[in-house]
């Protein structure tokens, strides 16, 4: 659970360590004649970087949730308020250019608030800070589901472009429901219909309370052993967890589709991605203990082995799931326990991986900006000296 903090926590620990010794390196010399002139010359100790530096670095990153306009604003009330809620963490809404956002209007609407956000002055409830584009200082990515009639190619095509984005520039995703077939498509692959799926009592929503509704249990899911959503939900263990889920999907990634070789580049770059950078980690499996009707009163037959989630097998995770383990946000009466703490482990660990990558690209970006401060303070760049460079560089570093 907490692997991606260890790293991130690593990281800096061993950056401290390497412009330690690059600022020590390049004494040694000196220092090798000063002692043979003077056996007692002291070594001179690096300063240490301080742990407030790396507490700062370390801070919660905001998740960035794509927007989605559908039901006059409760969607993406939905998303900001569960993810809140799952993860501890804030949240920031990611819209395409141009897009407008309603979810003020459903928020002053509600008698109860988000957890975390700015209080609008014209609702007096808090909202998520309203980024048009690529942030660049956020963490998880999270791409939420869409409802059966989605006519926004906007949405679309602003999600590609960020998914794609992300990839490139390892950032890890989460996507849901719908959001997970805009995922596996960006590799390259295609969704089917699938039987009984689509829970047809209602679909997930808040009550009055800020009690999630309509989470009803449709069938199991069985993860495959040996993958990260297993070691996640499974806390460490390489053991399959069967776990019962709610359901409200009508399409599924397809794995078992035929693959033509494409003739160009860009196409046989996606058939490679799919094939080699992607595995299933999840399947449908019956439940015989849940019996529940259609529409027309027939009993559902949820339709078996199909793909419930899926990863990237290297880089930074990138995780699509079918349910929604958001919805299972809720904590116990009078405890700090969640009712489900294997879904709600899912939202956990991604958040924490979203704050490794954020930590390390403030990280980057301190280093690459104090190179630069530094580079200008010399007129004729004939005059650098990079031993001299390196130890300027550690020294600002290490003052903060």
């Known amino acids: 659970m907490f692997y991606y903090k260890s790293i991130a926590t690593i990281a800096f620990i061993l950056y401290g360590t390497i412009l330690t010794n690059l600022a020590l390196a390049t004494d040694i010399d000196e220092l090798e004649t000063e002692t043979q002139k003077n056996p007692h010359t002291k070594i001179p ?5 301080k742990k407030r530096f790396i507490a700062q670095q370390m801070m919660p990153a905001p998740i960035s949730i794509s927007y989605r306009s559908d039901g006059e604003g409760k969607g ?86 960020i998914i794609r984005r992300a990839m490139l520039t390892g950032r890890p995703i989460l996507a849901v429901c719908g959001g997970a077939w805009r995922l596996w498509e960006a590799y390259g692959g295609t969704t089917k219909e699938i039987k009984d799926h689509n829970y047809s009592g209602g679909m997930l929503r808040l009550n009055e309370c800020g009690v999630v509704t309509y989470n009803i249990p449709i069938h199991d899911i ?118 489900d703490s294997k879904h709600n482990s899912i939202l956990k660990f991604m958040a924490d991986a979203g704050d490794a990558y954020a930590a390390r690209r403030r990280m980057t970006k301190e280093f690459m900006d104090l190179r630069v401060t530094l580079l200008r303070r010399y007129k004729d760049k004939r005059q650098i000296n990079i031993a001299k460079l390196r ?10």
């Open 76 to 161: 993406a009330f939905y998303d900001h308020y569960t993810v809140q809620l799952s993860t501890k963490h804030e949240t920031q809404l990611m819209k395409a250019p141009g897009m407008t956002s309603i979810l003020h209007r459903f928020a002053k609407q509600q008698t109860f608030n988000l957890p975390y956000g700015k209080e609008d002055k014209e609702t007096q409830k808090k909202l998520p800070p309203m980024i048009e584009g690529w942030d660049e200082n956020g963490g998880l990515l999270f791409i939420p589901g869409r409802p059966r009639i989605d006519a926004s190619r906007t949405r679309e095509v602003f999600e590609q472009k």
């Open 222 to 339: 069985k993860t495959v052993p040996h993958t990260l959503l297993t070691s996640i939900m499974n806390k460490n263990s390489a053991q399959e967890v069967r776990k019962a889920v709610n359901s409200v999907h009508w399409l599924a990634p397809d794995d078992n589709a035929s693959v033509t070789l494409p003739s160009n580049k860009d196409q046989h770059t996606h058939f490679k991605a799919l094939y080699e950078l992607l595995q299933v980690s999840a399947r449908s499996i019956a439940n015989p203990n849940i019996s529940l009707k259609t529409r027309q009163g027939e009993v559902m037959k949820p339709e078996e082995e199909t793909v419930e989630a899926f990863e990237t097998l290297r880089g930074s995770p990138i995780v699509g799931i079918q349910w929604h383990p958001e919805a299972y946000c809720r904590y116990k009466e009078g405890t700090n326990i969640y009712y």
């Open 45 to 49: 100790q690096a300063p240490k970087i």
């Open 391 to 400: 130890k300027e560089i550690f020294k600002e570093l290490a003052s903060k």
